[in-house]
Protein backbone atom coordinates (compact mmCIF):
# COMPACT_ATOMS: atom_id res chain seq x y z
CA UNK A 1 0.00 0.00 0.00
CA UNK A 2 2.53 2.29 0.65
CA UNK A 3 4.21 1.85 -2.68
CA UNK A 4 1.09 2.64 -4.06
CA UNK A 5 1.04 5.59 -2.42
CA UNK A 6 4.44 6.79 -3.29
CA UNK A 7 4.01 6.09 -6.85
CA UNK A 8 0.94 7.77 -6.80
CA UNK A 9 2.26 10.68 -5.30
CA UNK A 10 5.50 11.05 -7.61
CA UNK A 11 2.53 10.72 -10.32
CA UNK A 12 0.81 13.70 -9.10
CA UNK A 13 3.79 15.84 -7.99
CA UNK A 14 5.09 15.07 -12.68
CA UNK A 15 1.55 16.38 -13.71
CA UNK A 16 1.25 19.78 -11.33
CA UNK A 17 5.27 19.79 -12.83
CA UNK A 18 3.94 19.60 -16.14
CA UNK A 19 0.59 21.65 -16.09
CA UNK A 20 2.65 24.75 -14.44
CA UNK A 21 5.70 24.40 -17.07
CA UNK A 22 2.94 24.27 -19.60
CA UNK A 23 1.62 27.82 -18.31
CA UNK A 24 4.66 29.38 -17.66
CA UNK A 25 5.78 29.20 -21.36
CA UNK A 26 2.93 30.96 -22.57
CA UNK A 27 4.14 33.49 -19.78
CA UNK A 28 6.67 36.51 -20.94
CA UNK A 29 7.74 39.89 -20.31
CA UNK A 30 5.16 42.83 -21.05
CA UNK A 31 6.35 45.94 -22.17
CA UNK A 32 4.45 49.00 -22.62
CA UNK A 33 4.37 51.09 -25.96
CA UNK A 34 3.41 54.73 -26.20
CA UNK A 35 0.19 55.89 -27.11
CA UNK A 36 0.52 59.74 -26.27
CA UNK A 37 -3.34 59.43 -25.22
CA UNK A 38 -5.23 58.52 -22.15
CA UNK A 39 -7.93 57.48 -23.76
CA UNK A 40 -9.49 54.53 -23.26
CA UNK A 41 -8.56 51.70 -25.97
CA UNK A 42 -11.47 49.91 -26.89
CA UNK A 43 -10.25 47.37 -30.09
CA UNK A 44 -7.16 46.35 -32.19
CA UNK A 45 -6.55 44.28 -34.92
CA UNK A 46 -3.37 43.87 -37.18
CA UNK A 47 -4.00 42.93 -41.22
CA UNK A 48 -0.85 41.27 -41.41
CA UNK A 49 2.56 41.27 -39.27
CA UNK A 50 3.91 45.01 -39.60
CA UNK A 51 0.11 47.07 -40.03
CA UNK A 52 -2.25 47.49 -37.05
CA UNK A 53 -5.11 49.90 -36.08
CA UNK A 54 -6.53 50.72 -32.35
CA UNK A 55 -9.96 52.40 -31.80
CA UNK A 56 -10.55 54.77 -28.90
CA UNK A 57 -13.52 56.27 -26.62
CA UNK A 58 -14.92 59.57 -27.46
CA UNK A 59 -12.49 62.40 -25.91
CA UNK A 60 -14.90 64.43 -23.92
CA UNK A 61 -13.05 67.51 -24.18
CA UNK A 62 -13.49 67.35 -28.19
CA UNK A 63 -16.36 64.93 -28.27
CA UNK A 64 -14.34 63.22 -31.03
CA UNK A 65 -12.94 60.13 -31.10
CA UNK A 66 -9.16 58.73 -32.90
CA UNK A 67 -8.07 55.48 -34.51
CA UNK A 68 -3.97 54.73 -34.02
CA UNK A 69 -2.33 53.05 -36.21
CA UNK A 70 1.27 51.54 -36.77
CA UNK A 71 3.65 50.45 -39.75
CA UNK A 72 5.87 48.67 -38.00
CA UNK A 73 4.27 46.06 -36.12
CA UNK A 74 3.12 47.96 -32.97
CA UNK A 75 6.44 49.33 -32.08
CA UNK A 76 5.40 52.99 -32.71
CA UNK A 77 1.67 54.31 -33.17
CA UNK A 78 0.45 57.52 -34.90
CA UNK A 79 -3.26 58.96 -35.09
CA UNK A 80 -5.12 58.97 -38.00
CA UNK A 81 -7.54 61.53 -39.76
CA UNK A 82 -10.64 60.20 -39.27
CA UNK A 83 -13.06 61.35 -35.88
CA UNK A 84 -16.91 61.86 -35.70
CA UNK A 85 -19.18 63.58 -33.23
CA UNK A 86 -19.63 61.36 -30.18
CA UNK A 87 -19.19 58.21 -31.68
CA UNK A 88 -17.36 55.24 -29.80
CA UNK A 89 -15.78 52.66 -32.44
CA UNK A 90 -16.14 49.74 -30.21
CA UNK A 91 -14.59 47.51 -32.69
CA UNK A 92 -12.36 47.16 -35.78
CA UNK A 93 -10.99 44.08 -37.89
CA UNK A 94 -8.59 44.28 -40.71
CA UNK A 95 -8.01 41.40 -43.64
CA UNK A 96 -4.85 42.52 -44.57
CA UNK A 97 -2.83 45.87 -44.86
CA UNK A 98 -5.52 48.04 -46.82
CA UNK A 99 -8.84 46.20 -46.41
CA UNK A 100 -10.47 47.10 -42.98
CA UNK A 101 -13.96 47.67 -40.93
CA UNK A 102 -14.88 49.72 -37.91
CA UNK A 103 -18.17 49.45 -35.94
CA UNK A 104 -19.61 52.31 -33.76
CA UNK A 105 -22.32 53.31 -31.50
CA UNK A 106 -22.83 57.14 -30.49
CA UNK A 107 -25.68 59.20 -28.96
CA UNK A 108 -26.21 62.67 -30.20
CA UNK A 109 -29.01 65.04 -28.84
CA UNK A 110 -30.89 61.98 -26.86
CA UNK A 111 -30.79 60.42 -30.44
CA UNK A 112 -28.73 56.95 -30.66
CA UNK A 113 -27.38 54.91 -33.64
CA UNK A 114 -24.73 52.98 -35.02
CA UNK A 115 -22.35 53.19 -37.72
CA UNK A 116 -19.77 51.44 -39.92
CA UNK A 117 -16.93 52.92 -41.72
CA UNK A 118 -14.97 51.03 -43.89
CA UNK A 119 -11.44 51.64 -45.56
CA UNK A 120 -9.42 50.57 -48.17
CA UNK A 121 -6.16 51.88 -48.00
CA UNK A 122 -5.20 51.39 -44.75
CA UNK A 123 -7.02 53.77 -43.21
CA UNK A 124 -6.02 57.05 -44.67
CA UNK A 125 -9.63 57.44 -45.48
CA UNK A 126 -13.08 55.94 -44.34
CA UNK A 127 -16.09 55.64 -45.51
CA UNK A 128 -19.26 55.63 -44.06
CA UNK A 129 -20.92 52.44 -45.08
CA UNK A 130 -24.38 51.88 -43.42
CA UNK A 131 -25.80 54.07 -40.33
CA UNK A 132 -28.98 53.01 -38.16
CA UNK A 133 -30.68 55.31 -35.75
CA UNK A 134 -33.66 54.03 -33.28
CA UNK A 135 -31.00 52.92 -30.43
CA UNK A 136 -29.20 49.92 -32.53
CA UNK A 137 -25.85 50.16 -31.39
CA UNK A 138 -23.02 47.38 -32.88
CA UNK A 139 -20.17 46.23 -30.84
CA UNK A 140 -18.10 43.57 -32.96
CA UNK A 141 -17.32 43.20 -36.09
CA UNK A 142 -15.13 40.52 -37.71
CA UNK A 143 -14.09 39.96 -41.80
CA UNK A 144 -13.53 36.61 -43.85
CA UNK A 145 -11.04 38.45 -46.96
CA UNK A 146 -11.40 41.56 -48.56
CA UNK A 147 -15.19 41.22 -49.55
CA UNK A 148 -17.00 39.10 -46.91
CA UNK A 149 -17.51 41.03 -43.29
CA UNK A 150 -20.02 40.70 -40.56
CA UNK A 151 -21.23 43.14 -37.54
CA UNK A 152 -23.02 42.30 -34.70
CA UNK A 153 -24.79 44.17 -31.85
CA UNK A 154 -27.89 44.51 -29.19
CA UNK A 155 -31.60 43.61 -30.81
CA UNK A 156 -29.70 40.31 -31.65
CA UNK A 157 -28.62 42.44 -34.68
CA UNK A 158 -26.24 40.56 -37.28
CA UNK A 159 -25.76 42.23 -41.06
CA UNK A 160 -23.21 41.29 -43.43
CA UNK A 161 -21.56 42.61 -46.57
CA UNK A 162 -20.25 40.12 -48.95
CA UNK A 163 -19.10 43.19 -51.56
CA UNK A 164 -16.24 44.97 -49.36
CA UNK A 165 -18.98 47.02 -47.64
CA UNK A 166 -20.94 48.49 -50.81
CA UNK A 167 -23.96 47.16 -49.39
CA UNK A 168 -24.81 45.30 -46.09
CA UNK A 169 -27.56 43.31 -45.05
CA UNK A 170 -29.67 42.15 -41.92
CA UNK A 171 -29.14 38.20 -41.45
CA UNK A 172 -31.11 38.44 -37.80
CA UNK A 173 -32.27 40.68 -35.68
CA UNK A 174 -34.67 40.51 -32.66
CA UNK A 175 -37.46 42.40 -30.78
CA UNK A 176 -35.47 42.89 -27.41
CA UNK A 177 -32.92 45.46 -27.04
CA UNK A 178 -31.54 43.11 -24.09
CA UNK A 179 -30.78 40.90 -26.29
CA UNK A 180 -27.20 42.09 -26.81
CA UNK A 181 -24.28 40.72 -28.77
CA UNK A 182 -20.94 41.40 -28.30
CA UNK A 183 -18.64 39.93 -30.22
CA UNK A 184 -18.41 37.70 -33.59
CA UNK A 185 -15.32 35.22 -35.13
CA UNK A 186 -15.47 33.71 -38.93
CA UNK A 187 -12.27 31.62 -39.15
CA UNK A 188 -13.23 30.87 -42.62
CA UNK A 189 -15.06 32.20 -44.99
CA UNK A 190 -18.28 29.88 -44.28
CA UNK A 191 -18.24 29.14 -40.75
CA UNK A 192 -19.20 31.95 -37.74
CA UNK A 193 -19.65 32.12 -34.39
CA UNK A 194 -21.68 35.38 -32.40
CA UNK A 195 -21.66 35.66 -28.34
CA UNK A 196 -23.75 37.62 -26.20
CA UNK A 197 -26.63 38.73 -23.38
CA UNK A 198 -27.33 35.56 -20.74
CA UNK A 199 -24.84 33.25 -22.37
CA UNK A 200 -26.02 33.65 -25.88
CA UNK A 201 -24.10 31.68 -28.66
CA UNK A 202 -25.13 31.82 -32.00
CA UNK A 203 -23.37 30.05 -34.96
CA UNK A 204 -23.56 29.55 -38.53
CA UNK A 205 -22.21 27.24 -41.70
CA UNK A 206 -23.52 29.21 -44.63
CA UNK A 207 -22.28 32.82 -44.10
CA UNK A 208 -24.69 33.53 -42.09
CA UNK A 209 -28.02 32.53 -44.38
CA UNK A 210 -29.29 31.06 -41.04
CA UNK A 211 -28.09 31.32 -37.84
CA UNK A 212 -28.63 28.73 -34.90
CA UNK A 213 -28.32 28.69 -31.03
CA UNK A 214 -25.57 27.03 -29.18
CA UNK A 215 -25.67 25.62 -25.63
CA UNK A 216 -23.26 27.42 -23.36
CA UNK A 217 -24.12 26.22 -19.93
CA UNK A 218 -24.30 29.69 -18.40
CA UNK A 219 -26.50 32.45 -18.01
CA UNK A 220 -23.37 34.93 -17.81
CA UNK A 221 -22.92 38.02 -20.56
CA UNK A 222 -19.96 36.54 -23.47
CA UNK A 223 -17.93 39.03 -24.23
CA UNK A 224 -15.50 37.95 -26.66
CA UNK A 225 -14.99 34.49 -28.98
CA UNK A 226 -12.10 33.21 -31.27
CA UNK A 227 -11.66 30.42 -33.27
CA UNK A 228 -8.62 28.48 -34.31
CA UNK A 229 -10.57 26.61 -37.08
CA UNK A 230 -14.18 25.61 -37.88
CA UNK A 231 -13.67 23.07 -35.20
CA UNK A 232 -11.63 24.73 -31.77
CA UNK A 233 -13.02 28.27 -29.98
CA UNK A 234 -12.98 29.76 -27.06
CA UNK A 235 -15.15 32.17 -25.32
CA UNK A 236 -14.32 34.39 -22.10
CA UNK A 237 -17.00 36.69 -19.94
CA UNK A 238 -17.96 37.81 -16.87
CA UNK A 239 -16.89 36.15 -13.60
CA UNK A 240 -13.66 34.76 -15.41
CA UNK A 241 -15.61 32.91 -17.29
CA UNK A 242 -14.04 30.61 -20.32
CA UNK A 243 -15.83 28.27 -22.33
CA UNK A 244 -13.58 25.96 -25.08
CA UNK A 245 -14.91 23.22 -27.89
CA UNK A 246 -13.07 21.13 -29.90
CA UNK A 247 -16.13 19.93 -32.13
CA UNK A 248 -17.30 23.05 -33.47
CA UNK A 249 -19.76 24.22 -30.53
CA UNK A 250 -21.85 20.94 -30.30
CA UNK A 251 -20.07 20.57 -26.60
CA UNK A 252 -18.85 23.46 -24.88
CA UNK A 253 -17.42 22.98 -21.61
CA UNK A 254 -15.68 25.31 -18.57
CA UNK A 255 -11.91 25.81 -18.17
CA UNK A 256 -10.94 27.44 -14.88
CA UNK A 257 -9.44 30.35 -15.17
CA UNK A 258 -8.60 31.25 -11.87
CA UNK A 259 -9.91 34.44 -11.65
CA UNK A 260 -13.33 35.91 -10.79
CA UNK A 261 -13.44 39.60 -13.06
CA UNK A 262 -14.95 39.75 -16.62
CA UNK A 263 -12.87 38.89 -19.40
CA UNK A 264 -13.38 40.65 -22.41
CA UNK A 265 -11.11 39.86 -24.87
CA UNK A 266 -9.17 36.17 -26.05
CA UNK A 267 -6.75 35.40 -28.88
CA UNK A 268 -4.90 32.24 -29.83
CA UNK A 269 -1.97 32.07 -32.47
CA UNK A 270 -2.28 28.13 -32.76
CA UNK A 271 -4.78 25.25 -30.99
CA UNK A 272 -2.61 25.31 -27.96
CA UNK A 273 -1.08 28.95 -27.53
CA UNK A 274 -3.33 32.05 -25.99
CA UNK A 275 -4.00 34.95 -23.97
CA UNK A 276 -7.13 36.31 -22.11
CA UNK A 277 -7.59 40.06 -20.86
CA UNK A 278 -9.88 41.60 -18.42
CA UNK A 279 -11.48 44.87 -17.37
CA UNK A 280 -9.02 44.62 -14.10
CA UNK A 281 -5.86 44.27 -15.92
CA UNK A 282 -5.98 40.53 -15.88
CA UNK A 283 -3.74 38.64 -18.39
CA UNK A 284 -3.88 35.19 -18.18
CA UNK A 285 -2.32 33.06 -20.90
CA UNK A 286 -1.88 29.43 -21.75
CA UNK A 287 -0.04 26.59 -24.29
CA UNK A 288 -2.14 23.70 -23.61
CA UNK A 289 -5.47 24.94 -25.63
CA UNK A 290 -6.81 25.78 -21.87
CA UNK A 291 -6.46 23.34 -20.16
CA UNK A 292 -4.41 25.24 -17.52
CA UNK A 293 -4.78 29.08 -17.50
CA UNK A 294 -2.15 31.18 -15.56
CA UNK A 295 -1.91 34.65 -14.84
CA UNK A 296 0.57 36.22 -17.19
CA UNK A 297 0.72 40.02 -15.75
CA UNK A 298 -1.38 42.47 -13.47
CA UNK A 299 -1.70 45.28 -15.89
CA UNK A 300 -2.13 48.76 -13.67
CA UNK A 301 -5.52 50.05 -16.12
CA UNK A 302 -8.43 47.80 -17.46
CA UNK A 303 -7.62 45.61 -20.44
CA UNK A 304 -10.23 45.44 -23.47
CA UNK A 305 -8.44 43.63 -26.21
CA UNK A 306 -6.15 41.34 -27.26
CA UNK A 307 -4.52 40.10 -30.79
CA UNK A 308 -1.75 37.99 -31.66
CA UNK A 309 0.27 39.59 -34.63
CA UNK A 310 1.23 36.84 -36.86
CA UNK A 311 3.93 34.60 -34.84
CA UNK A 312 5.83 37.49 -33.18
CA UNK A 313 3.80 39.43 -30.86
CA UNK A 314 0.57 39.76 -28.67
CA UNK A 315 -0.73 43.02 -28.24
CA UNK A 316 -3.63 43.96 -25.07
CA UNK A 317 -5.21 47.64 -25.12
CA UNK A 318 -7.11 49.29 -22.71
CA UNK A 319 -7.71 52.21 -20.42
CA UNK A 320 -5.86 55.16 -19.93
CA UNK A 321 -3.90 54.65 -23.73
CA UNK A 322 -2.55 51.27 -22.61
CA UNK A 323 -0.54 49.55 -25.05
CA UNK A 324 0.93 46.40 -23.83
CA UNK A 325 3.14 44.27 -26.21
CA UNK A 326 5.42 40.45 -25.36
CA UNK A 327 7.00 38.13 -27.80
CA UNK A 328 5.24 35.20 -28.37
CA UNK A 329 7.33 31.87 -26.72
CA UNK A 330 10.06 31.27 -28.35
CA UNK A 331 10.98 34.63 -30.39
CA UNK A 332 14.01 35.64 -28.44
CA UNK A 333 14.69 39.44 -28.08
CA UNK A 334 12.38 42.77 -28.07
CA UNK A 335 11.73 45.23 -30.74
CA UNK A 336 11.84 48.70 -30.63
CA UNK A 337 12.18 50.95 -27.42
CA UNK A 338 9.60 49.51 -24.93
CA UNK A 339 9.14 50.75 -21.32
CA UNK A 340 9.31 47.94 -18.83
CA UNK A 341 6.22 48.20 -16.29
CA UNK A 342 6.77 48.18 -12.61
CA UNK A 343 4.00 46.79 -11.61
CA UNK A 344 2.49 44.77 -8.26
CA UNK A 345 1.49 41.55 -9.39
CA UNK A 346 3.56 41.15 -12.31
CA UNK A 347 4.64 37.61 -12.65
Not at 48 to 64: F, P, R, Y
Not at 138 to 158: E, H, P, S, T
Not at 171 to 192: A, E, I, K, W
Amino acid sequence: MRFHSVVALAFAVVVVAWMLMATESAKADWMAMQSDTSLSLLAVAFGDSAHGWVTTESDLNTSKNHILSTGDGGTTWRPLSYSKYREVLNDVAFADGAYGWAVSSWNVSEAAGSTIVGTANGGKRWREQYSAVGGYQLYGVACAGRDRAWAVGNYGKIIATANAGASWRIQRRSSSYVNVLYDVSFPDRTHGWAVGSRGQILTTANRGKRWTAQRSGTTKPLRGVEFADRTRGWIVGSGGTILATTDGGLHWHRQASGVQEALVGVTFVSRRLGWAVGRAGTILATSDGGVTWGRSYSAPYGLRAVTCIGNKDVIAVGDEGTILSSPLPGVAGARGQRESLDVAGKH
